[in-house]
């Protein structure tokens, strides 16, 4: 078997982006009800969350997972906020204005 743990993908080591890919899906249906999924709103809240946990938080292989997939969803939300793919996203301010 290859040799996975201490490798680097970008500079991060694997075990963090893997454990950031198991937290994500976590997170994101955590977070739908209180800011939504895949809008503008729900992006801004995800990035300053993963700001906000490595400041807070310290640094660590669980805390810059947390921050890694907070960070992706929050772009990925803020992709979609902006240009408007997959539509039926969760938006919990959706009809407030």
């Known amino acids: 078997m290859a040799k ?3 490798r680097r993908a970008g500079g991060v080591p694997l075990e963090t982006m893997f ?3 198991v937290i994500k899906p976590f997170a994101e249906n955590a977070l739908t009800p209180v800011v939504g999924d895949g ?3 729900s992006g801004a809240v995800k990035c ?3 700001l906000g946990v490595s400041q807070l938080a310290g640094r660590g292989t669980v805390q810059d ?3 890694i997939a907070l960070a992706v969803d929050g772009v990925e939300d803020l ?3 902006v240009f408007g793919f997959g539509g039926g996203s969760a938006d919990p301010f959706a009809g407030a204005i």
């Open 4 to 6: 996975i743990i201490g």
């Open 65 to 67: 997972a947390v921050s």
């Open 48 to 50: 300053v969350g993963s």
């Open 19 to 21: 454990l950031a890919g």
């Open 79 to 81: 992709v979609r906020g």
């Open 39 to 41: 809008n503008l709103i």
